[in-house]
């Protein structure tokens, strides 16, 4: 799973790096961010997880949250920040042990939940600064199945509630493409 997580954000980081500086602004289909708060967003989740792997203690909602605004840490650099993303997932996704242990997460994190978090956290973030900025990006159907399986298996097709990690599942039909499939899953109209 860790090839597949930095697979995944080394073509999230491409798009990041084409982003123009008058997007950043831009409204995402992430109803919390604009593109530069999720390119925080996912930035901060990466050196989250490579302070986690470390077995440095980070604080959940910190992690939750990670929202910093990484993009002026380094001068809205868009390719530093693609880079620093790379390096930071570099950095966690190495240990190949990663999966196994607890991390130090709030109370701990089992590893595996960890890294399906960072699966769905690059993948569907790395869909939104594509949409939001015009760029194409391909989610496989070997890529979105066994997510959206899992997803369903997690979450279920229930109502959410406000402040859930995803909003109401949008309505496509069932012959859609698996990705379609993925992104209207998570609240999001592909």
């Not at 982003?19 to 602004?25: D, G």
């Not at 929202?67 to 240990?95: C, F, K, P």
């Not at 109370?107 to 594509?130: F, N, Q, S, T, Y």
């Amino acid at each position: 799973m860790e090839q597949l997580i930095l697979s995944r954000l080394e073509t999230t980081a491409k798009i990041i790096a084409e982003v123009r500086p008058e997007q950043l602004s831009a409204p995402t289909p992430c109803r919390e961010y604009d593109v530069r708060g999720v390119i925080g967003h996912l930035v901060g989740g990466a050196r989250a997880i490579a302070a986690a792997a470390r077995g440095e203690p980070v604080d959940l909602a910190s992690f939750v949250h990670a929202d910093g605004d990484y993009l002026a840490e380094l001068n809205d650099d868009l390719e530093a920040v693609a880079d620093d993303l790379i390096t930071q997932a570099r950095a966690a996704l190495s240990d190949r042990d990663l999966g196994e242990r607890t991390l130090p997460i709030g109370e701990g994190m089992p590893g595996k939940m960890l890294l399906r978090i960072a699966l769905i956290e690059a993948v569907v973030h790395g869909w939104d600064i594509a949409k939001a900025t015009g760029q194409r990006y391909e989610i496989p159907d070997e890529v979105a199945g066994p997510m959206l399986d899992g997803m369903r298996k997690a979450f279920g097709d229930a109502e959410r509630p406000p402040g859930s990690a995803f909003g109401p599942i949008v309505p496509v039909p069932g012959d859609s493409p698996l990705a379609e499939q993925l992104i209207a899953f998570t609240g999001r109209t592909p």
